[in-house]
């Protein structure tokens, strides 16, 4: 058996797309391994949402060709995903130890690719598709965990200013709810105990379907009458696409969790608009309080972006006020990071400087930790389920970690490891990014 170390960034999309990956290499003779200097076969699936996480994958591919020059002349190297699929050809230049680039749209290729690679060719893969299934039966090489990815969408058709993902991701479309329900059971049947449905914007499954009216709503009601005790959730909702149906479906389902991610971007309506958010701050604000009201002990986190062109103080520190107003349990916050072909980093003259967008990040990242050990501290007293993902050993203690329905962490002291277990906690404590619980 041939080695293959996959090194994965970015975002659950990607980590979806290595899991196929790996299948069809399982397929074809190739055995992952941990430890890239075992590997005959290195493959990094890459990034592009920022720069910095595009100059990651560079600096990467950077050591693995110096293994190959100093070492290892057979080692074979592939650069994939969102940055493959953005600069194609071009990567070559760059790294000219790279065998083969492979974009997110041709992953169904890669058993075809690596013939030709061990046969000496140089392969590039990255011509836009239309396709949802990549996997041709080959089947998906899960990692071992307690959640299971499965994507319901594929690319986005939103173009927000900032966002690559249009142009990396391609149009979006949904995936057949047979192909989807299929996935789910064989991933139960494995022993995975929550499901995770994955999309750009998860709400509009479904709406480019001709043959059938199937959505989200639909799709999670027949997810939730499969047998066997689990959970799932589903990431990622745009503000003004989430239904009252969706919102009730969510409350009517006993395996669907209180969790929603909404990102909000900004709290400024005008920034917001110069985003292309499709929504203002009051609007978003009604959603959140609808989605609050009518789902108990929901958990509602969003994405922040400081710095954006043109944003001034005043703007910036809405988007301060609206973590504490709408009480977001918690936000990914990003410094803005102009991106090649999107609309806003043709507005150099309206950038912000770095040491001021640095200091808004700083500030911003401060704000998230505020309000989440607030969020947190709601809990303390009260009884949880809690679905046991890790078990490991703190200064001397043995440590159950886990998530509760509304996607809370709970540590657990006990010296049984418990994973892949639903078990009911006492919370005793809360700090910033966890909460504290003892079993009962
Ligand atoms: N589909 C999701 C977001 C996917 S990208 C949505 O619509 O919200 C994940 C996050 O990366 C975004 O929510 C945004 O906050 C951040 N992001 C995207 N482009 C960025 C850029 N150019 N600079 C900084 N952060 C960015
Ligand atoms: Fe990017 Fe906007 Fe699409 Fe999200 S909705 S992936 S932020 S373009
Ligand atoms: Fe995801 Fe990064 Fe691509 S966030 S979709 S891997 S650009």
């Known amino acids: 058996m041939k080695k293959?170390?996959?090194?994965?960034?970015?975002?659950?999309m990607n980590k979806s797309d290595t899991e196929r990956m790996l299948g069809m290499l399982t397929h074809f003779?190739?055995?992952?391994?941990?430890?890239?200097?075992?590997?005959?076969?290195?493959?990094?699936?890459?990034c592009?949402?920022?720069?910095?996480?595009?100059?990651?994958?560079f600096s990467l591919i950077g050591t693995w060709g110096r293994w190959k020059k100093e070492s290892k002349p057979d080692l074979k190297i592939g650069f994939c995903g969102c940055v493959a699929q953005q600069k194609a050809e071009q990567i070559f230049k760059r790294a000219h130890y790279?065998?083969?680039?492979?974009?997110?749209?041709n992953i169904y290729k890669l058993p075809e690719i690596i013939k030709a690679v061990e046969n000496g060719e140089k392969i590039c893969e990255c011509t836009e598709t239309h396709k949802t299934e990549y996997t041709r039966g080959f089947g998906?090489?899960?990692v071992k965990s307690v959640n299971a990815w499965v994507n319901i969408t594929e690319g986005c058709n939103n173009f927000c200013t900032y966002c690559i993902v249009p142009y990396t991701r391609g149009r979006e479309r949904s995936r057949l709810p047979e192909v989807i329900i299929?996935?789910?059971k064989d991933a139960l049947a494995q022993g995975h105990k929550e499901i995770t449905l994955l999309g750009q914007n998860v709400d509009s499954y479904g709406k480019d379907f001709t043959d059938r009216n199937y959505?989200?709503?639909?799709?999670?009601?027949?997810?939730?009458?499969?047998?066997?005790?689990?959970?799932?959730?589903f990431v990622t909702s745009y503000p003004t696409?989430?239904?009252?149906?969706?919102?009730?479906?969510?409350?009517?389902?006993d395996k669907v969790c209180e969790y929603f991610h909404i990102p909000m971007q900004s709290g400024s309506s005008e920034v917001l608009k110069k985003m292309n958010r499709r929504y203002d701050r009051e609007t978003y604000a009604k959603i959140v309080e609808k989605v609050r009201k009518m789902v108990p002990d929901v958990t509602i986190t969003s994405d922040f972006i400081a710095g954006f062109p043109g944003e001034t103080e005043e703007q910036f520190v809405e988007t301060l006020t609206a973590i504490d107003e709408f009480e977001l349990d918690y936000s990914n916050v990003a410094a803005y990071s102009p991106r090649e072909k999107t609309v806003a980093a043709k507005w150099v003259d309206k950038y912000i400087p770095e040491d001021i967008k640095e200091e808004r990040f700083q500030r911003l990242n401060d704000k998230v930790k505020e309000n989440c050990l607030k969020s947190n501290l709601k809990y303390v007293g009260r009884e949880m389920e809690v679905l046991v993902e890790s078990f490991y050993e703190r200064r001397g203690v043995m440590i159950n970690t886990g998530k509760t329905r509304n996607n809370k962490t709970v540590h657990i002291p006990c010296e049984e490891n418990l994973i892949g277990k639903f078990v009911n906690v006492k919370i005793s404590g809360a700090k910033t990014w966890y909460l504290k619980g003892e079993l009962i």
């Open 4 to 12: 293959v170390y996959i090194e994965t960034m970015g975002c659950q």
């Open 29 to 46: 003779g190739y055995e992952e391994t941990e430890n890239p200097k075992d590997a005959d076969l290195l493959m990094v699936n890459t």
């Open 48 to 57: 592009s949402i920022r720069q910095l996480s595009e100059d990651k994958s």
């Open 98 to 105: 790279v065998d083969f680039v492979l974009g997110t749209h």
């Open 140 to 142: 998906i090489k899960r």
């Open 182 to 184: 299929q996935e789910a």
């Open 215 to 233: 959505r989200l709503a639909d799709l999670l009601r027949d997810l939730n009458a499969l047998e066997g005790e689990f959970r799932i959730r």
């Open 241 to 253: 696409d989430i239904t009252d149906e969706l919102i009730e479906t969510v409350v009517e389902l």
